[in-house]
């Protein structure tokens, strides 16, 4: 039987920890992906294709771009999946899924630059992926090999679900520049798993686990562990093989069952892992938005995580912030939540409520700063090559200041500049240079000089 533990104040006791809620922001327009940078800020997007970062402590929000050619229905579609690169910043991109036209979405990779703060360049990795008014999903996640996940809906095509060579109802699966990786199920697909109605949530655990959650229709709001090449069975099978009309289906197709399922419909959003010491009841519990339930709910694992211990979901937050849309948990253990209030379905929320990114923390605990130790570059100068002449440089003495002049090969001056370091010793230079070729790079700070040569490939 399932347990239940409901808290709709803001302040959330579990046994002897106590949890308090703080809004960071508001007057949002539907923001739907949260992602967290190794520098301490929350990147985020606006399904109306605004990006921002958001530092959580001293609340500075800075629009970082506008998507240009992203399209809004009067439902749901608009900028749906966004993330960073595992290795941002030194791989300065940043990838979002979204609807361009009615019937049409793409997967975008973004590059940002340092020096200006916007995203100054872009390729399309997924140009023709089908769109609708909703059933768009989507999130983005990446695993250890860097290889991106997009969970992606139905579009309302629910014929072409089962079909790996088209990319609507399923968990699609590329490298980061987009190619179809070797190891992918079905040849030549992007397919990593089929057979999803609205799948929204969409993240890894302990061991490698791939979770994600999606939208039934009237019944049947599923949590699936996603196994490569399976089938997770809609239209044909909603939730578990427990209708005798879906037996057949469940058999031929050899559908994978969910870990839990909701119903009526509660429509989950985002999805998030936790196992951070920082709230000792929530170690390795999964963490679920929802929209039409407006409420948190998290789910303790089997130590295996390929269950939900004793069936058990605690709801909290209940109608106290509306819509939430999604969850993020951040390497020191901090919580945030985004909320969803000024979509369509959203009519019913009080004005107040839109729109908002909440932080949920233990009162008691002593966080970390979240900022990430900056690596120790294998070499002073990285990439090398430089595409675009873009690359870091790795001094580690504890400057903040440095000063270059790139030469080429005869001796002349071809770029000069004085940089403030993004990480204490690392510094960001993106040059003008306009030709392919080698080059010198005569660097000084305040304690160290030298000369390292660079490939710079245009």
Known sequence: MSTFWSVAQDTIKLGSTTLVTRTLVQDLVIPWDLHWAADGWIWFNERDGDIFRLHPDS????KVFTIPDVYQSEDNSGSHGFALHPDFPFSPYAYAHYTNELFNS???????????????????????????????????????????YLSIGDAYETENTYDVDDENGKILRCTDSGEIPEDNPFPN?????????????????????????????????????????????????????????????CDSMNVHEPMMVWTPTYAPGGLAYFNHPSIPEWKNCLMQTFLKRRMLTVMPLTDDGLAIKDNQRWEYLTDRFGRLRDVLVTPNGRIFIATSNQETNGQWVTPDNYDKIIEIKNID????????????????????????????MSIPTGDTELEIRITDIKGNLVYIETLTSYYPGLWHIETNIAQDGIYIVNYATNSANGAEKIVIVK
């Not at 609340?59 to 800075?62: E, G, W």
């Open 59 to 62: 609340l500075t929000l800075i």
């Open 106 to 148: 793409k997967l975008v990779r973004f590059t940002y630059s340092f020096e200006q703060e916007t995203f100054v360049d872009s390729t399309v990795l997924m140009p023709k992926i089908g769109g609708s008014i909703t059933h768009n999903g989507s999130r983005i996640v990446f695993d250890e090999n860097n290889l991106l």
């Open 189 to 249: 697909s992007y397919t990593y798993s089929l057979g999803h109605r609205n799948p929204q949530g969409l993240v890894f655990g302990k061991n490698s686990l791939l979770y994600s959650s999606e939208h039934g229709d009237a019944t049947d709001d599923e949590l699936n562990l996603i196994e490569k090449g399976r089938n997770y069975g809609w239209p044909l099978v909603e939730g578990f093989c427990d209708n005798p009309s879906e037996q057949q289906s």
């Open 365 to 392: 605990y002593e966080y970390a700063s979240g900022v990430a130790e900056p690596p120790v570059l294998a070499s002073r100068i990285f990439p090398n090559p430089a595409e675009s002449g873009r690359f870091w």
